[in-house]
Structures are given as structure tokens and as C-alpha cells.
């Protein structure tokens, strides 16, 4: 591709943006602490329109950034969710005014436990306060405010994404018109807990963690490694995984060894070593830590009186990470309050992992339900 | 308890022998490397009957052991499936004399990698060679020969020690007069081989396991502690863990840190903390590879010709490690050849621990399986 051309019809070139908030009255947390000045990331694509109300508000999972459609100068691949924005695709740069945000805790532009501590001069390591979902939604509400929206037209998200999204419709409803929550949960599961603790056990049993203080050493890189080769586990199915590798092995015949001899082995000691080249072993810990807390259930998801957004939310069938029991839990949760919700489980094979690349089937749906939302009403102009 | 009596109507005292062979000539395996003198670790129960008809041979799972049943002098819990061994029990030991044996690779009193090797006398360590599932079924013939019995009644075991029963069946049909594999497979999936290869990573990434060589110094306990907390949360079901534990928290309230806060984590830290003062690091390698490597598909199961066992073919509902949909693929593989196979799917939300607690389903099953294919002529007289 040439550097400003839209070759495959998307929305070409993007760059992250910085908002910077929180330096005069910090942040205050779930947990009772403050953060600040805070630094959040975010993209955002199309043009807001003068009533502000063609505003889409799109969240990443666990490891993602504000990187979601477009491509950054000199990278070769688009955004994590190119195939969905752009002029004409689901999420429509021609209709709607669409901002990625990032998560605070994180290390992909926001502030995070490696960021420098201005109290310090130097990285905050473990001394950065342990954040929540709700935390990190209040971060976007800044950013919100800051852009001028009154009202998102929707949020969607997957996964964690998806966590922010209820998050939103739980802290702010009368600022959110609609809610997509996406391959998610109202609460994370004891099981859910579980494998982001051995992840946790991973990073921190690794001596290079050193207690988080590490940014001056060499990064804790077998223990994140080996974190993400344990979700990447999750993310997958049995029959993705049986489908992709089944038993093939790298080289003909067994060897004897504890090398990576299987091709499943190989793949995951290659997705280990691509991740730790991006993503920080500490916001590993606080990422999984936040949704290990999340917990919407119990009637805290609406508040009596408030504005119902509407609601689409949708599973799929082989993900046992996020099972579809945890979204019908969700839509129970939300029919009890009479809200206007849409539930559709979409059969896919790809496990948890089908919210990024089951791009058709999402197409159709948030095509459908965001005209159903706008009434026609949101043009640019 | 009292050291000799039988108080809960067990068979009381017993203790695990050795049995040495290969001094002369040394196992050949499949490897094509060689191993001697071999130490198999076995506890019998029971009296053989002159026609010798009517033993069984109890197999255990990954890192499971010989004792089976009853108790060890001053150990309070008796063996692993004790409430299925004794006197009246599903494996009576009033009709049966019941065989319960290790496998070569463990660290539960056979040979494995932390052995003295004679050629050098110090542990083997990774210098041991890798073995697979018909190793350990081969070392168990000579046992069996050594016994003197020129036929098992059954074979029976579950998850690896399933498919040691599947083996046996390959290898030795016309010495296997019915089989009883339980949560087990025909052979392991790439998720199955994913699960232990993560698990491997984090022995091997934990610096005290020093390529192995590590019985001077310090054990990898870390590594080993986190291989077993990963392999803990497939033990158990979503369901069975949401049982448990829920999201209850240690003490009340979130603490904002990364100690094991919920339930469910302090559980998975003691079990890991116990695994390790009775688990060799380098045996969890050596089991996990043999069961990596296990294949009976594709015609390997059944040798034309040969014997046909009878079958009984074991699954459990909630069980997603070994799941139901492996165990029809062995009956459909048996059907295919005619033979007299039983298939019982247990609705249990256990897991794949089900295996280890569904206690009266399974006697129930055993008997019934064990009396119509001893036709009531193997008594101990």
C-alpha cells in the first residue's frame, strides 16, 4: 500500500491520539486511591455530527489498543478490527463518528504500571494502583466530556470490551443510547478467575519479574510468554484447535524429546514470543486483575429509575472461555428490567477468539441494529 | 484407626513392592533406546485363584501411584480408589485378586528420571529416556508374567491409566479378557497436548529445574506448582468450581493486590504447594510426553485376528479434559470391529475428577460388568 491511499477500501492511514486529564484533581479509584495526570489513548475515525449523536464507542479486550481500524505509517497490518470500520462496513466512518479507546492499567499508550511515577521520576511498577473496569470506563467518560459527546449511539466491545460496555450502561445509562456487549459476562467465573491466576503465577514466579521492578533489568519474558500461551489455549476451541494442528507434528516422526515437536506446541511458543514484543508483564497483572474483580450482578448492572439503553448481546457457540450461559445470564438480568434487548449466539467454531474473526456474521447484526437504533436520524451532516 | 484392624471394612494394611527386571536383558523401547534394571512399583490385593481367572489390573492416572487401596502404616488416607477395593466392593477382594500397578517414568518407587542410572551413579534426569504409554503397558506384561497370570479378567483404569487399559488391549489382546477405560481417549488432541505443554513450559522456565540436573540442588517447586495449578482447573468442571467456590473472597473485601484474594485461588495455591512434596519435576514430564505421544487411532487399537476383549467405555458429562465426545470415538472404533462394547455416559458435574469421586455410579457399573464377564466362575478357591 502507498502511505495515504485506502487500498482496500478502508479508511487508510490513522494515528493514536493522547488525551492527557486528571492533573489539577486526580483520578479517584474503586479501590479508594487517585491516579493522575492520567494519559488515555484512542483513535477515533468519521466525522461527529452537529447534533453529536452518531457517536459509536468501540472497546478492546484484554491486550488490545486504540488501534482498530486504519493502518499506522509503516505497519503493514490494520487496526484489530479493520474489516468492521471503515466507509461502508458495519461500523460506518461515512455515518458515524467512531472513537477506540484504550484502558488505563495498560501499556499501549495509556497510563499504566510502566508508566514513569511523577512523585518517583521512574516507573510505577506494582506501586501503581490496582484498577477496576469501572475505573477504567471513568477514564472514558473524561475523554468523552473532553470530545464534546453527550450521548454514545452505542458501545460495543468483546470480552473486556464487553465488560466496559455493561460497565457503561451500570455507571452512566442516560449517557449511553445502546450497549453491545460481545463474547462476555456479567461476572467473572471462579474458572475465569482461575486461568487468569496461573497467567498471574506465570509472570510473577519468573526471577526477571523481581517484585514488578524490572523496567532497569531485563523483562520478565518466559513468565508472559507463558501466560499467553495459557489463554491462548482459552481463546481457541477443541475443534479450532483440532482443525488448525490436529496431531500434526513440525518434522516427520516423533523425536523423543520435550521440544515443541507438535505443530499446536510450535504455535503457541510462536504467539508466547510475538506477545511479549508488545505487551508490558505488569498490565498483564492489572488487566486480568480488573476483570478478575468485575461483577455486575446482583441488580448493580441498572439502576432503578435510570434510562434503559438497548441492548444486542451476542455469544458464540464454541467459546468456553465466555460461555453462552454468561450472556444469557446478562439478557435475563436486563428482560427482568424490561430493557429492549436482542440476544443472538452465533454458531461459530472458533471459541472465544470468533469475536475477531467471525466478521460477517457481526457485520450483518450491527449493521441491522444500529440502523434499528438511529431511526435514520444520525448522518454526519 | 488402629494399625492392623480394618475399620471401615477395608482391607487394612498393605504395602508396595518392587519388582526388578531387566538386569539381563533390558526393556527395549519404543524409542528404540533401552532401559534396565527396570523397578516396577505394584500393590496386590486378594488371593489369585488356582485357574488364575480371576485378576484384575487397576491402572492409575498421570500422577497417581500403586496404592490403590487400603493404608499405609502411619499414613491416615487410604489408597486412591479405596472405596472401590475391599471386601464386598466393586473390586471385591473376596473374588478377585486385584493388581494395582505404577508406571516406568513416574517417581512413586519405579524407574524414572529421578532414579540412580548405574551407568553413572547419579539420577538420570533428562539423560532418561522418553517413554510412551505402550512402555509402561510393556513393563507391566513382565509384572504380570512374574505374577504368574496368563490373563487379566480386566483391565482397568482411567484418563492415562485409561489408555494404558486401551494398550493393553493393542498390544496383548489374547492376555485381556475385558477392558474398562474411563474418561479416557483414543488418542490426545492438540488441546489435550496444548494443556501439557504449557504445563511442561513452566517447569522448564523455572531456573532451579536446570535443564533437569537439578537433584543436588534446590527443586523447581514454582514451575511444578504451576504445572499442577494449570492442570487443576481442567480436573474440574465450570460448574463444579462455580460449586466450590463461587467468587468468594479469602477475608471480606476486595484488597486491591495480587495475592490470592478468592477462594478458588488459594485453593489452586495449596493444591499446587501439596504436589510438589510428592511430584518429581521431571516425571511430569515424562508422564505428560507419554500421553502427548498415545495413538491408537486409525487401526491401531485392534490387530486383525486377534482376541476381541469385552468393553465397558466410560465417560463423564461435565468432563471437557477428556470429553464424551472421545470416548464414542473408541466405541465407534470398537463397533466397527464387532466387538462386545458397553458405553455409559455419567451425568456428573465433577469433571474430569468425576472419575475419582462418583464412587456408587461406578461400583454399580463395575459389578454388573465384572460378574457377566466372569460368568461367576472366578472364585478365589
Known amino acids: 500500500m502507498t502511505d495515504s491511499s485506502k487500498p482496500d477500501g478502508g479508511i487508510g492511514l490513522v494515528e493514536t491520539k493522547l488525551f492527557i486529564f486528571g492533573e489539577k484533581e ?26 453529536g449523536t452518531n457517536a459509536l464507542l468501540i472497546l478492546h479486550a484484554l491486550t488490545g489498543d486504540a488501534h482498530a481500524a486504519g493502518y499506522h505509517a509503516q505497519e503493514p497490518k490494520p487496526g484489530w478490527w479493520d474489516v468492521l470500520v471503515g466507509p461502508g462496513r458495519a461500523f460506518d466512518t461515512d455515518k458515524y463518528f467512531i472513537v477506540c479507546s484504550n484502558v488505563i492499567g495498560g501499556c499501549r499508550g495509556s497510563t499504566g504500571p510502566g508508566s514513569i511515577n511523577p512523585a518517583t521520576g521512574r516507573p510505577y511498577g506494582l506501586s501503581f494502583p490496582v484498577i477496576t473496569v469501572a475505573d477504567m470506563t471513568e477514564a472514558q467518560r473524561h475523554l468523552m466530556d473532553h470530545l464534546g459527546i453527550g450521548q454514545w449511539l452505542a458501545v460495543i466491545g468483546g470480552s473486556m470490551g464487553g465488560m466496559q460496555a455493561l460497565q457503561w450502561a451500570a455507571s452512566y445509562p442516560e449517557r449511553v443510547r445502546s450497549v453491545i456487549p460481545i463474547a462476555t459476562t456479567l461476572k467473572h467465573s471462579p474458572q475465569q478467575i482461575a486461568f487468569d491466576e496461573v497467567g498471574r503465577q506465570a509472570i510473577m514466579s519468573d526471577p526477571a519479574w523481581r517484585g514488578g521492578d524490572y523496567y532497569d533489568h531485563g523483562r520478565p519474558e518466559r513468565g ?47 504467539r508466547g514470543a510475538s506477545f511479549v514484543r508488545r505487551f508490558d508483564a505488569n498490565s498483564y497483572l492489572y488487566v486480568t486483575r480488573a476483570i478478575d474483580y468485575f461483577d455486575l450482578s446482583g441488580g448493580k448492572l441498572i439502576k432503578a429509575g ?56 457481526q457485520s450483518r447484526l450491527f449493521r441491522h441494529f444500529l440502523a434499528k437504533t438511529s431511526d435514520g436520524k444520525e448522518g454526519v451532516s
Not at 486526580?26 to 447534533?51: C, D, F, H, I, W
Not at 499467553?228 to 523423543?256: A, C, N, V
Not at 453462552?324 to 424490561?338: M, W
Open 26 to 51: 486526580p483520578l479517584r479509584l474503586a479501590s479508594g486511591q487517585t491516579l493522575g495526570p492520567v494519559t488515555l489513548a484512542y483513535e477515533t475515525y468519521g466525522v461527529l455530527n452537529k447534533a
Open 306 to 361: 435510570a434510562p434503559l439503553p438497548r441492548f444486542m448481546v451476542v455469544s458464540f457457540k464454541s467459546d468456553w472461555l465466555y460461555p453462552s450461559y454468561q450472556s444469557r445470564e446478562i439478557v435475563a438480568t436486563l428482560r427482568t428490567h424490561h430493557a429492549d434487548v436482542t440476544y443472538v449466539e452465533v454458531n461459530s467454531t472458533y471459541g472465544h477468539d470468533a469475536f475477531l474473526v467471525e466478521h460477517e456474521e
Open 224 to 270: 508472559l510468554a507463558l501466560a499467553r500461551m495459557i489463554g491462548h489455549i482459552t481463546y481457541m476451541s477443541d475443534q479450532s484447535m483440532e482443525e488448525k494442528f490436529s496431531r500434526r507434528l513440525k518434522t516427520e516422526g516423533y523425536k523423543f524429546t520435550f521440544d515443541a515437536e507438535f505443530e499446536v506446541e510450535g504455535y503457541l511458543h510462536h
